[in-house]
Every structure is written in C-alpha cells, then in structure tokens.
C-alpha cells in the first residue's frame, strides 16, 4: 500500500470516521483550494456560517444557509447541513456547517474536533476574536445535523388521522343538513327535479321525516335532542336524533352568532367582559411574539438594554410577567360562580352532586374537544415541516407530546416540568380546571355559612399570598421574566402552579357571587366612583413601576421581592374588578364605551381558539428562519401583526369546525 494511502487509512481510524466521509470530506477540501473551484464546492464553502458584525450586541450566532448547501451536489455527495454549538468563555452560539451527506453526526463532531475543516489552513470554524469575548479557546457542547427528509411514525398518522376525522364529520354534516333543507324547499315550492340528484337525496331524506318543520337551529337544540330521543329510544338512534346531530355539527349552527355584535354575554349583562378578555388575548399574544422569537434576535442584548427597561415596551415581556393572564383568572372564576349560581337556581335552589358533575362536564367539553385537537395537530405538524438552524429552542416538543400527552388529556400538564410538558402553552388550561373545580365548594360554603365562607376565602387567599412570597425568598426568584438561568426554577415552582396563582380567580369567585347575589348598588354617590378610579388606576401603574424597580435578579432572599411577587397578581384582580363593578353600575364612562364596543364580540367568540393557534404560528416563522431577525420596534409591530391576522383567520375556522360542534351536544 502506499504510504499517502496508508496514512490516510491510519488517520482515519484515529478519528472514527468512515472512509467514505473522509474521502468526501477531502475531496471538498481539495477543491475549495483550487484556484478555480467547482460550483458545489463554492456553494457549500459559501453556505457556511461566518461571523457578522455586532458580536457584543449579541449576534454571536452563525447559522449560514441551510437551504444553499443543500443545493450542493458534487458527483459522489451532496451537501448536508449540520449546527456545531461551541462555548468560549461565558458565551454559546452555534455555526451553521456544511459537510458531505456521507457523514454521519459523530463524524461530523470528530472532523470539528481535530480541527480538520480547514481553508488554506486557516478554520472553516474560527474562534470569535479575543478582542471580542475573554476566552478565545472553543468547547464544543454538541452537534446536530438537519435532516433534508420527513419521517413521521405511525403516532404521527395516527394524530393527522384524528385531525381529519374531527374535521370531516362537520364537513360532512354541513353537506347532508344542505341536502336535507334543499329538499325540504323542494317540497314546499316544487319544481322539476333533477334524477340524478334525486337520487342522492332518498338517500339522507328520510333522516327529517320526525325533525322539525322549521330547519333553524335555537340555542336549545340539544334540549329537544334529548327530550326526543328519551321518548323514542335510550340509544337516540331515532331519525330525528340522528337529523338534530347533523345539524349540531353543521356549519350552518355552528357559524351563528360568531359574528354577531351584541355585546351582552349569555344570560345579560357584563359587556365590558369581552373588551376586557380580547385586550388581554391581544397582550398575551404580544408577549409571545416577544418571547418565542428572542433566540432568533442577532441584536439580543441590545434588545434586552432597550425594552427590559422601559415600561413603554410592557406590553412586551417586559416588567412584570403576563399580568393579562391573571385578567383571565379573574374572568373564569367571576363566569364560573356566574353559571353555577344559575344552574342552582334553575335545579329549584339545590346544589346536588349530579349538578356538580354536569358542571365539570360541561366544562370538559368546552375545553377538551379543541385542545386535544391542537395536542393532535401540532404533533403531526411537527414531523411534516422541514425545520431551519432556529427549530432547536422547539425541537423536543412534538417528543413531549408522543410521552406526556395524558398530562393534557387529564388536565394536569402544568405539574410537569416545563421541559415536559406536551404543548407549553397549554398549561393554563390545567391551571383554569383545576381552579374551576373549587367553584362547587366554594359556592358550597357561601350557602351553608357565610362566616365559614369568609374565613375560608380569606385563609386561600392568604395561602396563595404567602406561598408565592416564600417561594420567591427562598429561590431568589425574579419578578420579571426569567433569564434562561432562572427559568426553570422560576416556571416549575411558581409561575403554573394552581397553590401560587389561585388568588386572581378567587377573586373573580367572590366578584361573581356578589354580582349575582346583590341587590343595591354599591357604589351610590359620584366622589365613591371618583376615588375608585383614582385608586385602581394607581395601583395598576405601581404594579407595573415597581416591577421596573426590583427587575434584578436577588442574589440573596429578598424582602421587596418576595412581598411584590406574594401580592402584585392579587392586587392587579382586584384593580380589574373595580373596573367590572364600575362599568356595571353605570360609572365606567368611556372605559366601559371602549370595554363594551361590538368589535370585540366576533374576536372574544374565538378567543379560546386564538390562544390555542397563535403560537403555532409564531414557533412556525420562527422555526423555518435561515436567517437571525433583527429587532427594531417597527419589525416587532409589523411581525405581532402578521400574526394576529392569521391567528384571527385560522381561529375562526377552528371554532366553527371542533369547538362549537361539541357546545351543543
């Protein structure tokens, strides 16, 4: 053998890397120091990632371009695109590399690591400059190479199959209630009649010989579903069931009222609700068009200098964390003692254990139907999408799903570490049931004592007070959003759990039980109304200031900071509350005109919709970035926007397709 030959076959298995990857991996070498290259080969140099400028505003990150070395093809090999993660000092980054497709990732990390990418003797990889960090030696965390194919497994067919289905029975429904009411016009103005049609239609018209006469669908359409279906058969296999189903899961039910403008919410009364739970759907999606995209940012940290420390940019992540969350705490527990207080009184003034159960049931069905649908959804979406240099932030999500997918079927995922659970955002649906289930009790103690009530409303809210006190102490926890040393510690222990943030839906239980029950006005004179607004409009811009002020991380147990994150989310519930008892008793002046605009009603009937798809789109742009984004305060408007139009869109599609099919059954 000759010696060139042998020593290549020696070093080669020095490294551990096949002869074939070697042999590739050489011959692009060779031909990138050429004097006049081939065309793959200065693709594939070319899409390699290189430093840029503003390395200490943050943009330390090199992805290169993915889709430019896959675009390579040499006669033996194509390009294959893998991310080098590399530490030097305290900073981490990546470096987008492209290598022959006959390499494996080990490979990969060992041609790195001996240092063998080179051009003209100088590192495909280079260190960033001492000048710009401490510590110019490279430490290589990990590689991980993007693979150009889908392949998803049987769960992943299984998920988009579910999908379809919950799609295709309204889909299916709609035609045949089409069908039915065309051929109920017929009967009443006949006209010639087509055979071929005809024929089709003895096929589904004998399903509205029991229906009723009238083809439009009320709000208790499933009341005389039931009713009929008890006098026929305990099956309801009756035509007329089977008629009434159709209609249920038509779009021409399911559409009604979408779009209506009436801003009472059922049962009369609190307007100012749907303006109140669209501007904080607004701000929650605002905040995570922020969050989801900061790893994309090539200026991170003079983002971080700029909106960390204003309070113009908190409707951003900036000061404290999702006040608007706790805005819709305080919704769901006045709405939830609202709706059993009314059922109670239509059961002639008896909270029996199957009202109970039909209350949490009702509940289930809201909920389930639609998040399941996106648990499905997002874990097919997932194993279809080739994802670009900026996935890996997301990339263990569809895994979650596959493992802890019963946390989200049982309404228990905000338990699990962050890293765990199936769908991030989804937490708070776990945190809302698990909350709902104490309205039963709670109303409970209010009928049977209302001293007993008193102490033990007063014993939970102090509960929740000093439990987020004490954890925020004793894990020098921060007030704003955590930094990625503090997240875990910060969301696992404190941000979704039901025994630290309780307090905001106590008291919309207290604020719906005293709207239900009272009988004077509370607020009877003007200067009442006037010192009312002057106190909660205060205390919210406190709230907000003090976050700016104690925005530092603790490096021991702090007093201040333990006391804002005990009281700041109780104290920003009842700031709301005074705003619903105001605008209820007729002193909200234009607030109440704004909370109370018609505009918001389409936008809140798909509210819970919204919250479901908003981030599915911003992780998708997200994740098929090549290219890092550079923050600007227009480029941020104009993607939160983009966003919001397609969250609007799709949402709509959603709630008359999975949601609202499952309200009337």
């Not at 305290?90 to 492209?98: K, L, P, R, S």
């Not at 290589?140 to 998920?159: E, K, N, R, V, Y």
């Not at 229906?211 to 005389?224: F, W």
């Not at 704003?480 to 025994?499: A, D, G, I, R, W």
Request: net charge positive.
């Amino acid at each position: 053998m000759p010696k060139e030959q042998r020593c290549s076959v020696e070093n080669t298995q020095a490294l551990n890397v096949s002869q074939r990857c070697m042999n590739d991996t050489n011959r692009f070498l060779r031909e990138i120091n050429q004097d006049w290259p081939k065309e793959y080969a200065v693709s594939m140099y070319d899409a390699f990632g290189k430093m840029g400028s503003n390395v200490k505003g943050g943009n330390v990150n090199r992805p290169g371009l993915l889709q430019l070395c896959r675009s390579a093809h040499a006669p033996t090999f194509s390009g294959q695109y893998c991310q080098v993660f590399l530490r030097q000092g305290t900073v981490q980054y990546f470096v987008g590399v492209c290598v022959p497709d006959s390499c494996e990732e080990e490979e990969v990390q060992m041609l790195v690591l001996y240092g063998r990418l080179q051009f003209r003797q100088t590192s495909l990889i280079p260190p960033l400059p001492p000048i710009l960090v401490n510590q110019s030696t490279q430490e290589m965390i990990m590689t991980h190479c993007l693979s150009d194919t889908i392949a998803p497994d049987a769960s992943d067919f299984t998920c988009l199959f579910v999908c379809c289905v919950m799609v295709a029975i309204p889909l299916a429904a709609t035609l045949f209630t089409a069908m039915i009411r065309w051929q109920q016009d017929r009967e009443v103005s006949p006209t010639v009649e087509s055979p071929s049609l005809n024929t089709g239609l003895k096929l589904y018209g004998t399903l509205k010989t029991n229906a009723s006469s009238s083809s439009k669908i009320n709000s208790n359409t499933s009341e005389e579903k039931g009713n009929n279906c008890t006098r026929h058969t305990t099956l309801c296999f009756s035509r007329s069931c089977v008629y009434r189903y159709l209609q249920v899961f038509s779009l021409q039910t399911t559409t009604q009222g979408i779009f209506s403008t009436s801003s009472s919410i059922p049962g009369g009364g609190y307007s100012c609700l749907n303006g109140i739970r669209v501007l904080s759907l607004l701000w929650i999606i605002c905040g995570h068009s922020a969050e989801y995209t900061l790893n994309n940012l090539d200026n991170y940290k003079n983002w971080k200098n700029t909106v960390e420390s204003s309070p113009l940019y908190v409707l951003t992540i900036s000061g404290p964390v999702f006040l608007a969350v706790d805005s819709f705490l305080l919704l769901g527990g006045l709405l939830s003692a609202r709706s059993l207080l009314g059922s109670i009184n239509r059961a002639e003034d008896n909270l029996s254990t199957s009202l109970v159960a039909n209350y949490l049931f009702k509940r289930i069905i809201r909920i389930q139907p639609l998040h399941m649908f996106f648990v499905c959804l997002t874990t097919g979406l997932i194993s279809l999408v080739q994802w670009g240099p900026y996935w890996f932030p997301f990339k263990d999500t569809g895994v979650d799903c596959k493992t802890y997918w019963w946390a989200n079927l049982l309404l228990i995922s905000n338990v699990l570490p962050s890293n765990k659970i199936c769908i991030p955002w989804t937490w708070y649906l776990s945190l809302d049931f698990q909350c709902y289930a104490t309205t039963p009790l709670l109303v409970y103690f209010y009928r049977l004592n209302r001293g007993v009530f008193a102490v033990i409303s007063g014993g939970l809210l102090l509960m929740t007070t000093v439990t987020s006190a004490v954890i925020t102490a004793l894990l020098q926890l921060p007030v704003v959003h955590p930094s990625t040393l503090q997240f875990e510690n910060y969301v696992l222990y404190y941000y979704k759990k039901p025994y630290t943030r309780y307090g905001p839906f106590l008291i919309g239980v207290l604020t719906g039980i005293y709207l239900a029950t009272k009988k004077n006005q509370l607020l009877k004179q003007k200067w009442q109304a006037i010192l009312g607004w002057f106190c909660c409009l205060s205390l919210m811009a406190v709230l907000v200031g003090l976050a700016y002020i104690l925005r530092e991380t603790p490096a021991y147990p702090s007093v201040p900071h333990a006391l804002y994150q005990g009281l700041h989310r109780q104290l920003w519930a009842l700031a709301v509350t005074w705003i619903i008892l105001a605008c209820e008793e007729g002193y909200g002046g234009f607030i109440k005109s704004l909370l109370s605009l018609g505009v918001w009603v389409p936008l809140s009937n798909i509210s819970f919709a919204c919250y479901l798809t908003h981030p599915v789109f911003i992780i998708l742009y997200n994740g098929l970035q090549e290219t890092p984004i550079h923050y600007t305060g227009i480029s941020f408007m104009y993607l939160f926007l983009g966003h919001l139009v397609l969250t609007v869109v799709v949402s709509y599609v959603f709630t008359v397709l999975v949601e609202k099919p499952y309200l009337h059954t």
